[in-house]
C-alpha cells in the first residue's frame, strides 16, 4: 500500500490482515473464522479476532464486537498515513462457518476513514489443516474517494502449537494483482489465559502494490499477545517490525525517498463475543 494522499494504485490502500488483523487479532487484518481453528495471519488485517468466534454445534448465531488502536497503519510493509496511527472498531456476525463482517478505521492525527465489509466461509481440510475463503468491498475517505474489491483465502496446519505455518493469498479487481504472505507461529500459554505468539512473515507482491516489480515485497517479524479476561473479554496487543524489500525500495527509488524504508508499530485491541 502507498500513502493515503496517493490514490493513483487503489491496491496501496486496501486493509490486510492489518485491519483485518484487528478484526481477525481479536476476531490478526487481514483478513477469519474456521469450523474449529482459525488461520493466524498477519500483515495486521491481518490480519485472529475472529480467532474467538468458533462454530457452534448447536448452529447457533455468535457475534463480536472489537475496539482497537494501531501506532501506524502498516500493510504490505508501508506506512499508509503521513502521521500518527489509527482506530478501528469491527463488527462480526457468526453461524456455522459462515462469517459477516464490517471494520471501520479512522486516523487518529489525519483525514481517512475507511471501511470493510466482508464475508468469509471457512472449512476443515483435515484434521490439522484448515482454510477459509472470502470477499470484501473496500471504501475509502481521505484526501480522495475511492473503493476496492477484494477476494482472499488463507491455509493454516496446526498440527504442533509451537510452530503453526500458514498462507493467505489476497486478490485486488482494481489493480488487478494479487499479494501473497506465507507465516510462521508460534503459539505458547504462560499463564492460565494468557498466550504469547512470536511469528515471522515473508510478504510477496505481483502487482498489488505496484505494478514495477513482483516478488519479494518484505519480511515482518513481532510478537502478539492475548489474555482471556471474564464474561468473554479479551485483550490482546502486538509489537511489529517490517524490513523493506526489493519491491518497496524499486518503489522509493522511483518516487525519490531515501528515508529508512523499515517500520515499527504497535497495537492494542479488546473484543467481547456473545
Not at 74 to 83: A, D, P, V
Not at 92 to 109: E, F, H, I, M
Not at 214 to 241: C, R
Not at 245 to 256: F, H, P, S, V
Amino acid at each position: 500500500m502507498q500513502s493515503v494522499n496517493s490514490f493513483a494504485n487503489i491496491s496501496s490502500l486496501t486493509m490486510k490482515k492489518a485491519s483485518l488483523y484487528t478484526v481477525l487479532v481479536t476476531l490478526s487484518i487481514s483478513p477469519v473464522v474456521f469450523a474449529e481453528d482459525a488461520v493466524s495471519i498477519d500483515d495486521s488485517h491481518a490480519t485472529q479476532v475472529i480467532e474467538q468466534l468458533s462454530a457452534d454445534d448447536n448452529g447457533q448465531v455468535q457475534g463480536l464486537v472489537d475496539l482497537g488502536w494501531d501506532s501506524k497503519y502498516i500493510s504490505e510493509g508501508r506506512n499508509n498515513l503521513e502521521k500518527g496511527g489509527i482506530y478501528w472498531a469491527t463488527a462480526a456476525v457468526q453461524k456455522d462457518n459462515l462469517t459477516v463482517y464490517a471494520t471501520v478505521g479512522r486516523g487518529d492525527s489525519q483525514h481517512y476513514t475507511e471501511w470493510n465489509f466482508g464475508i468469509e466461509y471457512g472449512f476443515d481440510l483435515s484434521e490439522n489443516l484448515s482454510g477459509s475463503v472470502g470477499y470484501q468491498r473496500l471504501e475509502f475517505y481521505g484526501d480522495e474517494r475511492a473503493h476496492d474489491n477484494e477476494l482472499f483465502s488463507s491455509l493454516e496446519y496446526t498440527a504442533v502449537d509451537w510452530l503453526v505455518p500458514s498462507v493467505s493469498y489476497t486478490y485486488s479487481t482494481e489493480a488487478a494483482g494479487y499479494f501473497v504472505e506465507v507465516s510462521l507461529h508460534s503459539n505458547w500459554e504462560l499463564a492460565q489465559g494468557f498466550t504469547v505468539s512470536p511469528y515471522v512473515t515473508q510478504g510477496f507482491d505481483f502487482q498489488y502494490a505496484t505494478e514495477e516489480h513482483d516478488g519479494a515485497n518484505h519480511f515482518q517479524f513481532g510478537v502478539e499477545a492475548e489474555y482471556l479476561l471474564p464474561n468473554n473479554f479479551v485483550v490482546s496487543g502486538h509489537l511489529s517490525h517490517t524490513i523493506a524489500q526489493e519491491d518497496i525500495k524499486l518503489e522509493a527509488r522511483n518516487e525519490g525517498i531515501t528515508s529508512s524504508l523499515d517500520e515499527t508499530y504497535a497495537g492494542l485491541h479488546l473484543s467481547w463475543n456473545f
